[in-house]
């Protein structure tokens, strides 16, 4: 089997995957638009959306030091 042919399991219905391709898929989608991720620049604290492949510099002031924000998830290690 070839790797073009090779369609990953979505989320949806089987049936969208029967033409063998991986077209509609919602890999071929995430891929194609990418993830936002949240930054602060470290100059101005504006708050800067990039995604891959966005050149890493403020939209505001152009300094190119961004930090990543802190997850609003809880976070909890176990220590021993």
Do not use: W
């Not at 029967?18 to 993830?35: E, F, H, M, R």
């Not at 995604?51 to 961004?66: A, F, N």
Request: aromatic fraction near 6%; hydrophobic fraction near 30%; charge should be positive.
């Amino acid at each position: 089997m070839s790797r073009e042919v090779y369609a990953p399991p979505t989320l949806g219905t089987p049936s969208a995957n029967a033409g063998g391709g991986a077209s509609g898929s919602l890999y071929t989608s995430i891929d194609q638009a990418g993830p936002l991720t949240q930054y602060l620049c470290g100059e101005c604290n504006a708050k800067v959306q990039l995604k891959k492949g966005d050149p890493i510099r403020c939209k505001e002031c152009g300094h190119r030091v961004l930090y990543k924000e802190r997850t609003k998830r809880m976070v909890q290690f176990e220590a021993r």
